[in-house]
């Protein structure tokens, strides 16, 4: 039977875990049920809210994404930047050779210091 | 279930979207300096929120112009029922020293039925909660007037 999952390092109870997941649901649609549904299907009730506008299909060239806020911030450290983004090749071994790299260095200052 | 029918009184403290539909901003700033912790409305309850989706009233400052006329019909259409429309300043009033002008819809009552005025230019922050204050009366009597309409609808059915 599959009612244990088993991983390298334990196990996942299926059956607890359905059993979890229906009495989650059951709160979170008591709670959706909760909600408002008397709102006026077929109207602006319906529409997302765009400061009173229609809501444009493709937003790109008249909204401005949040994360412009850190415009200058990432102005500034662009050449960090730069650096850090060129060494995420992608590729875990480059990773754990950081890891290795830095975890070395670190070792030798405090033997050596 | 819904908890709001068995409760006598407003369910939920007073959710406010502001809308300026043509202000010069003095009035704007009066709603500001009653959020602030002179005044601070918030410890009764009532908050701006972001969208008129979960306001129970509109605040309005300042004249209608032809620009925003749409808009603010867009805006309270948004807002779900029971909701109130409130005023704030001479502008939205009634056009104040704007009256006649070449590019205005007119007052706010020109576009939207308002529930409560506020008169001022700009009214004192004080003026501001005492309207607040009515408009919480006036919703409770939507609300009531809404309640009897769904009992009505749902005897009808059942007959």
Same mark, same amino acid.
């Given at each position: 039977?599959?009612?244990?999952?088993?991983?390298?390092?334990?196990?996942?109870?299926?059956?607890?875990?359905?059993?979890?997941?229906?009495?989650?649901?059951?709160?979170?649609?008591?709670?959706?049920?909760?909600?408002?549904?008397?709102?006026?299907?077929?109207?602006?009730?319906?529409?997302?809210?765009?400061? $009173?506008?229609?809501?444009?299909?493709?937003?790109? $060239?008249?909204?401005?994404?949040?994360?412009?806020?850190?415009?200058?911030?990432?102005?500034?450290?662009?050449?960090?930047?730069?650096?850090?983004?060129?060494?995420?090749? $992608?590729?875990?071994?480059?990773?754990?050779?950081?890891?290795?790299?830095?975890? $070395?260095?670190?070792?030798?200052?405090?033997?050596?210091? | 279930?819904?908890?709001?029918?068995?409760?006598?009184?407003?369910?939920?403290?007073?959710?406010?979207?502001?809308?300026?539909?043509?202000?010069?901003?003095?009035?704007?700033?009066?709603?500001?300096?009653?959020?602030?912790?002179?005044?601070?409305?918030?410890?009764?309850?009532?908050?701006?929120?972001?969208?008129?989706?979960?306001?129970?009233?509109?605040?309005?400052?300042?004249?209608?112009?032809?620009?925003?006329?749409?808009?603010?019909?867009?805006?309270?259409?948004?807002?779900?029922?029971?909701?109130?429309?409130?005023?704030?300043?001479?502008?939205?009033?009634?056009?104040?020293?704007?009256?006649?002008?070449?590019?205005?819809?007119?007052?706010?009552?020109?576009?939207?039925?308002?529930?409560?005025?506020?008169?001022?230019?700009?009214?004192?922050?004080?003026?501001?909660?005492?309207?607040?204050?009515?408009?919480?009366?006036?919703?409770?009597?939507?609300?009531?007037?809404?309640?009897?309409?769904?009992?009505?609808?749902?005897?009808?059915?059942?007959?």
């Amino acid at each position: 039977m599959w009612y244990k999952v088993m991983t390298g390092f334990g196990y996942w109870d299926v059956y607890a875990w359905l059993i979890f997941l229906a009495i989650a649901s059951f709160f979170t649609l008591w709670l959706r049920g909760l909600g408002r549904d008397d709102y006026k299907e077929g109207t602006y009730q319906d529409e997302i809210y765009f400061s $009173g506008n229609d809501v444009p299909e493709d937003g790109e $060239g008249i909204t401005v994404p949040a994360d412009s806020a850190y415009w200058g911030f990432k102005k500034a450290l662009a050449p960090y930047y730069k650096v850090l983004v060129s060494m995420h090749s $992608g590729h875990v071994i480059d990773y754990v050779g950081y890891l290795v790299l830095v975890t $070395g260095i670190i070792t030798a200052l405090i033997v050596l210091v | 279930m819904k908890i709001e029918k068995y409760l006598d009184i407003f369910p939920k403290s007073l959710w406010v979207f502001l809308v300026n539909s043509g202000s010069c901003n003095g009035c704007d700033i009066e709603v500001v300096a009653t959020l602030s912790p002179r005044y601070d409305i918030e410890r009764l309850g009532m908050k701006l929120v972001g969208t008129p989706k979960h306001a129970d009233i509109l605040l309005v400052t300042g004249p209608v112009t032809r620009f925003m006329k749409e808009k603010l019909e867009r805006i309270y259409a948004q807002v779900p029922d029971p909701k109130a429309v409130m005023v704030i300043g001479n502008c939205g009033c009634s056009s104040n020293v704007f009256y006649k002008s070449y590019n205005l819809v007119g007052p706010v009552d020109n576009v939207l039925p308002v529930d409560v005025y506020v008169h001022g230019c700009p009214p004192r922050p004080e003026a501001i909660i005492e309207g607040a204050a009515k408009a919480v009366l006036k919703l409770e009597e939507k609300k009531k007037a809404l309640l009897r309409e769904q009992s009505e609808l749902v005897k009808a059915g059942a007959e």
